[in-house]
């Protein structure tokens, strides 16, 4: 098998291990004499499956109990709506940080069924290059929550430390950098994402909620759109994603096996720490846009000297299959997503590349 | 290789030749290098993918050019608040014809976001066991649309015509007989179910909306619910549920080689004239509760003389790996379950089932 070397922006590489067991027991999942698109969603077997990954989840991150952990479907862009829908009302406000596209579209969602206000904004000349320094925030200390993006998937950038929001719980978009290494959960009221990125395939999206701020949600939108309806009935409530969730379990496991969250982070920082190495070794070659501490750890942006040299870069890139390295049409240039499962070599690969095509034409 | 007899409710079986594709393809998607699970929904490959899984259900069904076909994620039951939330509004009324307990949660979610009537309902102490003649609807024809649910999963009823509504759309949940046979899509305003019974995996529900419907849906709702944003985007607005929408398509084509819906009619009326012959040859033994007039094609609900005998009959069924055989609860009994990829020859053997049963036990 000649496998590619996979630097999609999401959905992106899982674990060839996974893969290879999710194959070998596509046709009978444990035994049941049906495939895993076959089994029933209130099945004993699937619930074990479905309880695994939540629980797997909370030892990876150490989510204590008081936060609830849900699978929806819909997409994170779902989550744009549901979570001002839930959280928002008459005379409750919530903060948003506004540090590119995909907080852009949490804002104006949120302003299409409440009022939020943007408590900073890095945007500057249509682009964003860096995450806001705590002094930056305006926060309002009634807010009812303070709404970041932790990873910004199309401008490259990443919060490397959260911001200290008082006593306002902090909802992150974790849509591309959730699990990427340990962190506090403690400040966070609510964390969702798409699990296409670092987490598994698209079509289930992760929610984690704190009781608290669920109790806070509200009982007179749609039924459907209520986190208290998927929290009550352990996602549950109607037939959950079933094959994504079990991939998602899968992939938990894996983390585990190879070391947990710690193991993972030190994974992310060598590809990191390869990829901008090279940027920085040619840096009249490579112009990365990107404030140095706000650099994501996961997508890498960069520029060549001109767009003739950019298209040489991505066809020669071809014969390396090397997929998924043109960056985002609003940024242009060259965008490396390095998600949790994109192996060792593959970023060697790709930097070897990188300083053999500098070196020629620089 | 011991495959079960699926007469799950839903998620349920597959085609066996659709599961053994999946499985020998899934670690190189058309010669990407990547699993499917890993490819980016902007591909040329996956659009490939996701246009044919369109055109193969517009062929089949005969959906002409003015209805759009949508692959959205979150399940049916979000659609019971999508179609009101886009279709309601302030003066404007939908009739919903109640006929089991979908029609009734789709009820629900209406009145949390407008003003639905109830055009009838077949409702006797709290059962549903037929389906209301043309005579007892009481339509409004200023009504923007009458929601029906095609298919009955629970109570095992199923409209065998449907009603007419004059120039009042229908709206229906085809949720548990999408495909089951040819129809006239044409009194039709919209159409949508999940594919996890009669269409494939849990994860991915299509709505089908006509084109003067999807002009009159709303603006001023959230965009990620809005019928029109991915209508616009052709489903690629966020990132669509990848992998079910890939088996969806190889489920189509399976159908078209076997022959079409035609033929998936005539199995489909093999299937269940067998389950009901049995049924109908112990009358005494096995009681359908349901109108022969209103019996469905795809579950088939009875009861026996008593539960120690439904228990006893459960408990044998395991011997013979038939799965998924006990009623709902609010129900009780038996449920047999038979959609359209579960094998002539499982309902066969459940049928002899059922006739040895009933000798040894009348
Ligand atoms: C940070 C972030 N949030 C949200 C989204 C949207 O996710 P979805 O396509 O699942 O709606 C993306 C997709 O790339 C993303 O990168
Ligand atoms: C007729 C009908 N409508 C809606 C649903 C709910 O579907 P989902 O679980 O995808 O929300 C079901 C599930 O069994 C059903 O049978």
Avoid at 49 to 78: T, W
Avoid at 259 to 273: D, H, I, P, V
Avoid at 301 to 321: I, Q, T
């Amino acid at each position: 098998m000649n496998r590619a070397h996979n630097f999609n922006p999401g959905p992106a590489a899982l674990p060839l291990e996974v893969l290879q067991k999710v194959q070998s027991e596509l046709l009978d999942f444990a035994g049941t004499g049906m495939s895993i698109l076959e089994v029933s969603h209130r099945s004993k077997d699937y619930e074990a499956v479905h309880n695994a990954a939540q629980s797997l989840m909370r030892e990876l991150l150490g989510i204590p109990e008081n936060y609830h952990i849900l699978f929806l479907g819909g997409g994170a862009s779902l989550q744009f709506s549901m979570v001002p829908m839930n959280l928002l009302g008459p005379g409750v406000s919530a903060d948003y940080v506004i540090t590119g596209a995909w907080s852009q579209k949490a804002f104006k969602e949120a302003k299409l069924v409440g009022n939020p206000r943007v408590a900073a904004t890095t945007e500057e000349d249509g682009k964003f290059t860096r995450i806001p320094k705590q002094e930056e925030l305006q926060l309002d200390p009634q807010a009812r929550y303070v709404h970041i993006t932790s990873n910004n998937t199309i401008f490259g950038t990443q919060w490397h430390t959260f911001p200290n929001t008082g006593n306002v719980p902090i909802v992150a978009d974790m849509s591309s950098d959730f699990l990427w290494r340990p962190f506090d959960i403690k400040p966070f009221g609510l964390i969702y994402g798409g699990a296409q990125k670092n987490l598994g395939p698209a079509g289930v999206t992760v929610v984690i909620i704190r009781d608290d701020l669920l109790a806070l949600c509200r009982e007179d939108i749609p039924i459907i759109l209520r986190f208290k309806t998927h929290a009550k009935d352990n996602s549950l409530y109607n037939t959950p994603p079933v094959f994504a969730i079990y991939i998602v379990k899968l992939v938990l496991e894996w983390i585990k096996e190879k070391g947990g969250l710690a193991w993972m982070e030190q994974e992310n920082r060598a590809k990191a720490a390869r990829i901008y190495g090279v940027i920085d070794s040619y840096p009249e070659f490579y112009r990365a846009p990107v404030a140095k501490d706000s650099r994501s750890f996961m997508n890498a942006v960069f520029r060549l000297p001109s767009e003739e040299l950019e298209n040489k870069f991505l066809e020669g890139a071809k014969a390396h299959r090397f997929v998924g390295l043109k960056g985002h049409r609003s940024v242009g240039g060259i965008r490396v997503s390095m998600y949790n499962y994109v192996p060792k070599s593959s970023v060697e690969e790709l930097a070897r590349y990188m300083e053999e095509f500098a070196r020629a034409h620089a």
